[in-house]
């Protein structure tokens, strides 16, 4: 056996032992070994392999499946550019923390500014944003290598997972491989490579767990719970304030329907609030955040993560002591909830706007035990502002950077990984990014998986925005709404996905999720922005009148 193969057939079989059960591939030379050290523990049922053809898309895949399953999941990509394209999967891996494993084939160092092909500096590449970075060792023919590799390979996949009480996250394992790049015919090694007899890791990693005092805030004041993704379910938050979460927050379900239509209304402003993992949706929360009179504490992340302080008033971060504020300031949250939900209600019922009605409509519409993957333009605002908050229902979005790259992917992967019916809502400018995500081999694993598209042929969040006012009418549509002409049914057909045009009820047009599919839902753009400042106004004038 010659060394590359033995040390990525090591590799493989270690973080398969360190419990990994998903891995994403993409062809190359350099990483030829990896290659058949996947396929081979694949065959064997060890693990289910997924092989795409472009990294960008590979990396987002892996994401995805990591960021459902909660496991560890690797990437093997070769050298050069092929792994400078996972950098924007690592990125939203840190930020969220995903525990995404970047394992890169390498030249051996002294090929490194010779002018060889595909060889650029790996170590390194990706700054930061990885909890760790290693690059082992060119293997040779010499023993006692087993214990290195292994060891390697566990202290890689404990880091990524936080079990030592850091947050989860990527990680890169850079791997130089010399040729012989693919298996020879005498599989003969100088000592055995099969591990420990008993199937453990190498190194069995023992999990941190920190004790968080709890934060010294005056559980009887008038308190609101702000509540971003990130941070856990924390059950001591249910049932005492009011609480506003976002949709990919763990605490959705339990949130206030409205609550976002509600937090500049002078009558319910609070005295102090807590903050919950990263809340970044809403402007009127990083204004609420910013009031000097409003008192303002962090829950501590149980993963060992950083708190959310943006304009820098967190008195304290700690573990939330039960909530018990007054009965009439829960009451007064209750009853404007209310009213701003019939006045939601009755203005979406009239058609617009159309992607606060889908919004709406499509959580209403999905199956118990569902998953939805939303994008992270208008698609999780739009869920946010609109629908009634499910509790049987996992909502997942890339909100560590909020980037739209890589959404199909993600969802993808997500869908691999859930149990149950999957979907996800997307803008068409986001299913156009990563329409490689689409691509899916015919000996692949593939998703039950319904993309609800709303297409409006460009960018709407930007009609919401500073640059969406009439002022920059003459400039607007070119550089901000860029506008296209994709047909989606055409683009469908080519992946091999099922088309359909929204024309009756949402749930009829839903069905169950059954193969890749697109459900398109066309839309207008250009009253958009109209439509969002009379449904604001609608609501506050209902709330006003409820008193």
């Not at 992270?376 to 996992?394: C, E, G, H, K, Q």
């Amino acid at each position: 056996m010659n060394p590359s193969t033995a040390q990525a057939t090591v590799v493989i079989d270690e973080l398969v032992r360190a419990g990994v059960t998903d891995a994403v591939l993409c062809p190359g030379s350099r990483n030829a070994p990896l290659a058949f050290a996947l396929h081979a523990a694949d065959a064997a049922g060890r693990l289910r392999l997924h092989v795409r053809i472009d990294e960008r898309s590979a990396g987002f895949l892996a994401l995805g499946l990591a960021l459902r399953s909660g496991r560890p999941v690797p990437v093997a990509t070769t050298s050069g550019t092929a792994v400078a394209n996972l950098h924007p999967a690592v990125l939203e891996a840190s930020h969220s923390g995903v525990p995404l494993v970047v394992l890169s084939a390498d030249r051996p160092p002294e090929l490194i500014g010779t002018g060889a092909s595909q060889t650029v500096e790996q170590p390194g590449i990706f700054g930061t944003a990885v909890r760790l970075a290693v690059t082992t060792a060119v293997a040779t023919n010499a023993a006692g290598q087993q214990a290195r590799w292994r060891s390697t390979v566990d202290r890689v996949v404990a880091t990524a997972t936080g079990v030592r009480g850091g947050l989860p996250g990527p990680v890169q394992l850079n791997l130089p491989f010399a040729e012989p790049l693919v298996p020879d015919a005498d599989q003969a090694w100088s000592e055995p490579l099969d591990g420990r007899a008993d199937g453990r890791p190498w190194t069995a990693v023992g999990r941190v767990r920190a004790e968080v005092p709890p934060l010294p805030l005056d559980p009887a004041a008038p308190t609101l719970v702000v509540a971003g993704g990130g941070a856990g379910e924390h059950p001591a938050l249910l049932g005492g304030a009011p609480l506003v979460a976002e949709p990919s927050s763990p605490l959705w379900g339990h949130a206030l329907r409205a609550a976002p239509w509600l937090l500049e209304e002078s009558a319910l402003k609070p005295a102090q609030v807590v903050v919950v993992g990263r809340p970044t949706l809403h402007r009127p929360v990083q204004r609420l955040l910013a009031d000097p009179d409003v008192a303002v504490y962090a829950a501590a992340d149980p993963r060992g993560g950083q708190w959310t302080d943006v304009p820098a008033t967190v008195r304290a971060v700690g573990s939330v002591p039960p909530l018990a504020p007054p009965g009439d300031w829960a009451d007064r949250w209750k009853a404007a909830d209310g009213a701003a939900s019939a006045a939601l209600d009755a203005a979406l019922d009239k058609g617009t706007p159309r992607g606060l009605r889908l919004a709406r409509d499509l959580i209403a519409a999905l199956p118990a035990g569902a998953q939805l993957v939303l994008g992270s333009s208008n698609p999780v605002r739009d869920v946010a502002l609109a629908a009634v908050p499910r509790a049987d229902v996992t909502v997942l979005s890339n909100r560590g950077v909020a980037g739209i790259d890589g959404t199909v992917s993600t969802a993808v992967g997500a869908a691999l990984a859930h149990p149950g019916p999957a979907y996800a809502l997307l803008g068409d400018l986001t299913l156009l990014h990563d329409t490689t995500g689409l691509l899916i081999g015919p000996d692949e694993p593939r998703p039950d998986l319904t993309f609800v598209v709303l297409n409006d042929s460009g960018g709407g969040i930007f009609s919401l925005l500073e640059q969406g006012a009439p002022a920059h009418a003459a400039s607007f549509e070119r550089v901000f709404g860029t506008p296209h002409t994709t047909d989606l049914r055409a683009l469908a057909a080519a992946f091999g996905a099922a088309h359909v045009l929204a024309d009756g009820p949402l749930a009829q047009d839903l069905g169950p999720a059954q193969g890749l599919r697109l459900l398109e839902v066309r839309a207008e753009r250009g009253t958009l922005r109209q439509g969002h400042a009379a449904l604001r106004a609608a609501v506050r004038a209902a709330v006003a009148a409820a008193g």
